[in-house]
């Protein structure tokens, strides 16, 4: 596992969309949407979204970055309706 990333963002501007980031309050990684002033849209690939003040938020780890592929991967296959596993 990596080293948790200890650095927070700045200022917003250092914020784009598609970019992993870990919410520091929630405790999950999630993806950029939008950057709308001091607030920041994320979502993640279950469907749910929510806004955010830029500073709650820090870059996610690489292992948090395949947290959050792996959490859209069983979700996409729990939609299809496979069995994980077997």
């Known amino acids: 596992m ?4 200890s650095g927070m963002f700045a200022s ?3 914020l784009s969309g598609g970019m ?4 520091r309050v929630y405790q999950m990684p999630a ?3 939008l950057v709308d002033g001091l ?3 994320l979502s993640r690939p ?3 979204e929510w806004r955010v003040a830029f ?3 820090r870059p996610a780890t690489e292992w948090e970055h395949r947290q959050l592929v792996a959490v859209g991967r069983l979700h ?11």
Request: net charge positive; glycine share 8%.
């Open 46 to 48: 279950t469907g749910m």
């Open 12 to 14: 917003p501007q250092e």
């Open 20 to 23: 992993v980031v870990f919410d």
């Open 76 to 86: 996409r296959q729990r939609q299809r309706g496979l069995a994980i596993g077997d």
């Open 31 to 33: 993806v950029v949407r």
């Open 2 to 5: 990596t080293a948790p990333v």
């Open 55 to 57: 500073y709650r938020l």
């Open 39 to 41: 607030y920041v849209e």
